[in-house]
């Protein structure tokens, strides 16, 4: 070690003369090290653990570069860690009383709210949130952006009017591009993938259509598949990849979508996308209704025992590639939400519901459900419902996160409507299209 350096973990020098202990000057860390502490953080920890280590000190923000120009490019800046916090109240991202802020919160033991700046939530309605990206749609052109949400780094990718307008034909769908398709398109579930040469590029799992779409960063129009597949309402978009699941009566598959191969060198046409890739099978007798969701960097698939609904099973996606059924016994000091969308959150944020819980909505019961998995006890996960008839917004914290497992509480002035009382298409009419 040069002399004079300060001593890592070690203890404190004493001075020369009275044998005073002086504490390390942790900002005189050589360049060097300060850069390789640095590059530890941001492949270990969070986004925003980066950003605290560059507010230590001028020396150490110097030495660590800005996540400004790279927080779309650089997969590692990716704040994974933090989902959109659905206001309620009718409160939709970008209503006026917000003052162009929204609010994330820390998905891990942390537990912490953050509130940003958004100023793009005044013209912008949200689709999704891969990678804790917001996925936007302008208002008027319908131009679909990729915004980093604490950086306001922006990707411009094709609207969604052309979208439609390539949906219309394919699926004989009324109008050209018509505003009915443009909002029936709107339900997706997006991945986000970044090439070694910082390409940037989305997936979308067309939900109503059973079709997915892919474009780049500057591209003019969507790819849309060829094929078609049922079962992309329940869609995980994981590491730049879509992954779906499909039940049918003997089997459950669960399938992966990837991005074509770049074009080689003198291609004309768009590359085509993959059909789904069978990655994992199992007898649907071993679980119903599932749906799939990340855990500790690990994909598990979740749902019911069987049709009666008494009992709910996790399964490793990783023991089903291999022919292994076997229930997870316990997921730790976390709580699986489970809906049209799951999430996986810290047990921290939720001390009335405890760590190795799921979180479901009943359809026997009406409403939010906690099954534990250790001692196989249901009760009720939170008082009021999750239906117009009775409550027309979340009432309490774990009311606030479920809506997180379905988009439409995001969607500016779309809640959940009565579906034996109102048609789908005109609980969607809220939404801003434009001309």
């Excluded at 009324?174 to 398109?185: A, E, K, Q």
């Amino acid at each position: 070690m040069a002399a004079g350096a300060p001593r890592l973990g070690g203890p404190s020098r004493r001075s020369g003369g009275g044998g005073k202990e002086v504490p390390p000057d942790w900002a005189s860390l050589q360049v060097e090290m300060t850069h390789l502490i640095a590059e530890r953080v941001l492949a270990t920890g969070d986004f925003l653990d980066y950003v605290r280590f560059r507010a230590v000190c001028s020396h150490w923000r110097a030495a660590a570069a800005s996540p400004r120009g790279r927080g779309l490019v650089d997969p590692r800046l990716h704040p994974r860690r933090w989902m959109l916090f659905p206001e309620g109240f009718r409160e939709y991202p970008g209503h006026p009383a917000h003052g162009g802020h929204a609010r994330f919160f820390d998905l891990s033991a942390a537990g912490a709210i953050v509130r940003a700046p958004i100023p793009e939530l005044e013209n912008h309605c949200v689709l999704d949130s891969p990678d804790g990206l917001l996925l936007l749609q302008r208002d008027g052109d319908t131009a679909v952006r990729l915004l980093h949400p604490f950086t306001g780094d922006l990707a411009e990718l094709p609207s969604i009017r052309s979208l439609a307008k390539q949906l219309s034909p394919l699926d004989n769908l009324p109008g050209n591009g018509s505003d009915l398709v443009c909002v029936l398109v709107r339900k997706v579930c997006a991945a986000v993938n970044v090439t070694a040469t910082g390409v940037v590029s989305v997936m979308l799992a067309l939900e109503r259509f059973g079709r997915v779409a892919f474009a780049s960063a500057g591209d003019d129009e969507w790819t849309i598949s060829s094929w078609k597949v049922r079962g992309l309402y329940r869609t995980l978009g994981y590491q730049g990849k879509l992954y779906t699941v499909k039940q049918e009566p003997e089997l459950t598959h669960i399938s992966l979508i990837t991005l074509p191969l770049p074009p080689h060198e003198g291609q004309v046409s768009l590359p085509e996308l993959p059909p789904p890739k069978t990655v994992a099978t199992c007898s649907s007798e071993h679980i119903f209704l599932p749906s799939l969701v990340e855990l500790d960097s690990e994909i598990m698939l979740v749902g019911y025992n069987n049709s009666s609904c008494s009992c709910i099973l996790v399964l490793k996606l990783a023991d089903l590639v291999v022919g292994r059924i076997v229930p997870v016994a316990s997921i730790g000091d976390h709580v699986i939400f489970a809906g049209a969308r799951s999430l996986c959150v810290s047990s921290s944020w939720l001390p009335s519901i405890g760590s190795n819980s799921v979180i479901f909505f009943h359809a026997g019961y009406g409403h939010l459900m906690q099954y534990h998995l250790v001692t196989g006890a249901w009760s009720t996960a939170s008082d009021g419902y999750l239906m117009p008839s009775t409550q027309t917004r979340p009432c309490g914290l774990i009311h606030h996160i479920f809506t997180c497992c379905d988009r439409q509480f995001w969607n500016k002035g779309f809640l959940f409507y009565n579906a034996s009382r109102v048609p789908e298409w005109q609980g969607m009419q809220t939404w801003r299209i434009g001309a």
